[in-house]
């Protein structure tokens, strides 16, 4: 059986949450999936519109979520992480470096919700 050492709570983050929000309200009017907005920013892009990264990674960690509301579905279908060979929302949701994070669900055309979730090391609101 693997055992693994408990990680450290997370704190939530203004500049990660209104980042997530914006990509997630993007996601759910253009009906799109993955981690580039409808104007072709990227994680990094939206999270420094609201904040700065003062940390030793100058980029977010970030998954996405599309169909379930209930933040506990959309939590074990990322750690689960089927049909995702690399389990890249799992070793997000995992990361030890991780100290923040902002979430956001928001409707979405296509598959009813989408969640959007940015983490990072170490930021500083705007």
């Given at each position: 059986m693997?055992?693994?050492?408990?990680?450290?709570?997370?704190?939530p983050s203004?500049?990660?949450?209104?980042?997530?929000?914006?990509?997630a309200t993007?996601?759910?009017?253009?009906?799109a999936?993955?981690?580039?907005?409808?104007?072709?920013a990227?994680a990094?892009?939206?999270v420094?519109?609201?904040?700065?990264?003062?940390?030793?990674?100058?980029?977010?960690w970030?998954n996405?979520?599309?169909?379930?509301?209930?933040?506990l579905e959309i939590?074990?279908q990322?750690?689960?992480d089927?049909?995702?060979?690399?389990?890249?929302h799992r070793?997000n949701?995992m990361?030890?470096?991780?100290?923040f994070v902002?979430?956001?669900?928001?409707?979405?055309?296509?598959?009813?919700?989408?969640?959007?979730?940015?983490f990072?090391?170490?930021i500083k609101d705007?």
């Amino acid at each position: 059986m693997l055992a693994w050492k408990p990680l450290h709570p997370l704190a939530p983050s203004k500049a990660l949450s209104l980042a997530a929000r914006d990509h997630a309200t993007d996601l759910g009017a253009t009906g799109a999936t993955g981690h580039v907005s409808s104007s072709g920013a990227d994680a990094a892009s939206r999270v420094r519109r609201h904040g700065t990264f003062t940390g030793p990674y100058t980029g977010p960690w970030e998954n996405c979520s599309y169909g379930p509301s209930d933040p506990l579905e959309i939590v074990l279908q990322l750690l689960i992480d089927d049909g995702v060979p690399s389990r890249g929302h799992r070793r997000n949701i995992m990361e030890k470096n991780v100290n923040f994070v902002g979430v956001s669900i928001r409707p979405h055309k296509t598959y009813r919700y989408n969640c959007v979730m940015d983490f990072a090391d170490s930021i500083k609101d705007n």
